[in-house]
């Protein structure tokens, strides 16, 4: 076990280690700050990246700088959700989400570890900062179809665990729009259901808003080609979207390919007032209220202190 300090970083995964790929990038200088504060919804701060990559601190310092004031951290299995709890539980700029990753719940159903898994999340879910379950869902880019019911049955477990919780649901959702809808309208859907990473399109966008359900939008709603998000955007009610970065992944334009970290919602942010014709501090105001709406204030639940012990995830 190990203390967390400014001096110790807290990676443990690395961008190349998910993609295959070595990335000795820069990050991306900051942008201008905002007057009015948001938050990131969703992001992976156990992640390394970049040439130089930060620790959890510098990320949330250099957030600050800009005006995000503090970071939703998400894990995607039991090792990566118990130090999102335990770090939320520490540090006042962070609250956290638990699950098991749609991609990794099959191989757990396989091996007989999943229903261990899930009460280690159940355990982990009624911590005072964790706010969220997930991310959990479906994504059939990765998954093929034989594994199809088996992840679509740890969905169904992590919604069932939200509802037992009173906790939000991000609901991670990759080709496979129809059959995360029809899982929700099936089983229930919790009282706050967020789509994270939003990437569905203008049907998709209204009918979430029919049911009163999230869109999270990430740096993919800056990218060029990215007609149809903001399509979406535009139809989805203002009281129902969300902004996130999914660090260290899908860093907005202009700074694409480049390692992500909270301080560039600001890019996003500017980028979806453009498109949604509104100033940006009202949005950012938005925004904010639509996050305490569905997580809460940051400062609701107490913190243990800088005192508290943190293991590095897959230590």
């Keep these: 076990m190990v203390p967390v300090d400014n001096q110790l970083p807290a990676h443990i995964r690395t961008r190349g280690s998910a993609t295959d790929s070595d990335r000795a990038v820069a990050y ?23 040439d130089n990559p930060m620790d959890f601190t510098e990320h949330l310092d250099r957030s600050g700088a800009v005006g995000v004031l503090g970071v939703v951290q998400v894990g995607t299995d039991v090792e990566t959700s118990t130090w999102s709890a335990a770090l939320a539980a520490r540090e006042p700029r962070v609250l956290a989400a638990v699950a098991i990753h749609p991609n990794e719940a099959p191989q757990l159903m396989a091996s007989g570890e999943f229903d261990d898994a899930m009460a280690a999340l159940d355990a982990l879910a009624s911590q005072p900062r964790v706010v969220a379950v ?23 477990a992590h919604i069932e665990l939200a509802k037992k919780h009173g906790l939000a649901l991000q609901i991670h959702d990759r080709d496979a729009h129809d059959d995360v809808v029809a899982t929700l309208l099936e089983v229930g859907a919790p009282d706050k259901t967020v789509f994270h990473c939003f990437s569905g399109d203008r049907q998709l966008a209204e009918t979430l808003a029919e049911h009163g359900w999230y869109a999270s939008f990430s740096g993919t709603v800056t990218f060029g080609n990215a007609h149809g998000l903001r ?18 992944f899908l860093t907005p334009t202009p700074h694409r390919g480049k390692p992500n970290s909270p301080y560039m919602v600001p890019y996003t942010l500017r980028s979806m007032a453009e498109t949604l014709d509104m100033d ?36």
Excluded: C, K, W
């Design 134 to 156: 997930g991310e959990t869902g479906l994504d059939y880019f990765r998954t093929p179809p034989e594994r199809q019911q088996d992840q679509r049955d740890a969905f169904v």
């Design 280 to 315: 940006v501090t009202l949005l950012a105001a938005q925004l904010t209220d639509n996050t305490f709406q569905v997580y809460g204030r940051f400062d609701d639940a107490p913190v243990t202190g800088p005192d508290s012990v943190l293991r590095e995830p897959h230590q």
């Design 231 to 248: 399509e979406a955007l535009v139809v989805m009610p203002r009281s129902q979207i969300l902004i996130e970065t999914d660090t260290p």
């Design 28 to 50: 991306p200088p900051a942008p201008l700050p905002l007057d009015v504060g948001v938050y990131d919804n969703h992001a992976h701060l156990e992640f390394a990246d970049g």
